[in-house]
């Protein structure tokens, strides 16, 4: 069956959710973004039979739009959407009669759900892909993911992941990179054994190491949340730096990643009152932009002109 998977390109997550459907299904693989996925949904093969879209979520400002493409695209192809963040009962429902199959669980990442629905049709290693998702996704407590991790040597998983998320960091989306761990990813290689990935991830390390000062000396605290603009790929690690350097609840990252707009990560602490993913979709919705995400793990896209609006509806919230 001629398959096709549109995936998230910013984390392992997302990557990892790829591979696995192209190691079961021999997919065509395209890697995607929030502010570039619908169009790349207009970009699926006319000769599509079976389409997975995974750990990409949509909001409250498009999610008409979404849900009319994925629609469009089960008339002519079987759908399996495969995400794990909050989505509402009446888009559940609304999926479900569209004849799209929902592969949904706001505790389990991306990769676990695509490799449980997958699995009998999975080579031997599967499993440590999906685990790589779930320990960059914070997910490895996970009720199926601490099973796949008993059967693991997890101090391995544990190195295997952190390796392959600070080489992506690293790297972003230039020259097909992520594109290329997608492929090796699929053939059940290590992420050390991939080309780049052990040189790319020390430098990452060393990058984050010198951000700390950065962030340090250039981000701003603003009540409970600190924030900082920044032209770091890794948004999400800016995010946690700051927390850890100002003692806060929340951390906000921004990058101009396209005239006019910001790419925003925010990350939380337990401490943090509010669900950031529900919150920063309401808040970038009013703001002209949109967003979503976990409970202390969101993003969002913003015009420029409105980042002191939106840090000020986050800190009303958090």
Excluded at 98 to 113: N, P, T, Y
Excluded at 216 to 226: F, N, P, Q, Y
Aim: glycine fraction near 10%; hydrophobic fraction near 40%; include cysteine.
């Amino acid at each position: 069956m001629n398959a096709f998977c549109i995936s998230h390109v910013k984390d392992v997550d997302g990557v990892g959710a790829a591979a696995i459907v192209k190691a079961a299904t021999g997919a065509r693989v395209m890697l995607s973004d929030y502010d570039t996925l619908m169009e790349d949904l207009d970009r699926i093969p006319k000769e599509t039979e079976q389409f997975f879209l995974c750990d990409l979520g949509s909001d409250n400002s498009n999610v008409d739009q979404f849900l009319e493409k994925l629609k469009s695209i089960s008339r002519r192809a079987k759908v399996t959407y495969v995400d794990h963040h909050f989505m509402s009962g009446a888009t559940k429902r609304r999926l479900r009669s569209s004849g799209v199959r929902l592969v949904h669980d706001v505790k389990e990442c991306s990769s676990i759900l695509a490799y449980l629905t997958l699995k009998e049709s999975l080579p031997a290693g599967a499993s440590l892909v999906a685990l790589y998702g779930a320990v960059t996704d914070y997910a490895d407590g996970s009720p199926n993911a601490r099973v796949l991790m008993e059967r693991a040597d997890r101090q391995f998983v544990l190195f295997e992941a952190a390796m392959l998320a600070f080489a992506l960091g690293r790297k972003g989306a230039a020259g097909g990179f992520p594109e290329l761990v997608v492929d090796e990813l699929s053939r059940m290689k290590h992420p050390h054994e991939i080309e780049g990935v052990p040189r790319l991830a020390v430098e990452q390390l060393e990058k984050v190491r010198e951000l700390e000062d950065e962030v340090r000396s250039k981000g701003k605290r603003s009540g409970k949340l600190a924030y900082m603009v920044t032209g770091q790929y890794s948004t999400g690690n800016v995010s946690k730096l700051l927390i850890g350097a100002f003692g806060v609840r929340v951390g906000v990252a921004l990058k101009e990643k396209s005239p006019g707009w910001y790419e925003v990560s925010l990350r939380g602490t337990s401490e943090c009152k509010a669900h950031l993913g529900r919150t920063i979709d309401r808040i970038s919705a009013k703001l002209g932009g949109n967003g979503g995400g976990h409970k202390v793990a969101a993003g969002c896209r913003i015009p420029v002109g409105r980042m002191d609006d939106m840090l000020t509806e986050l800190e009303k919230k958090i």
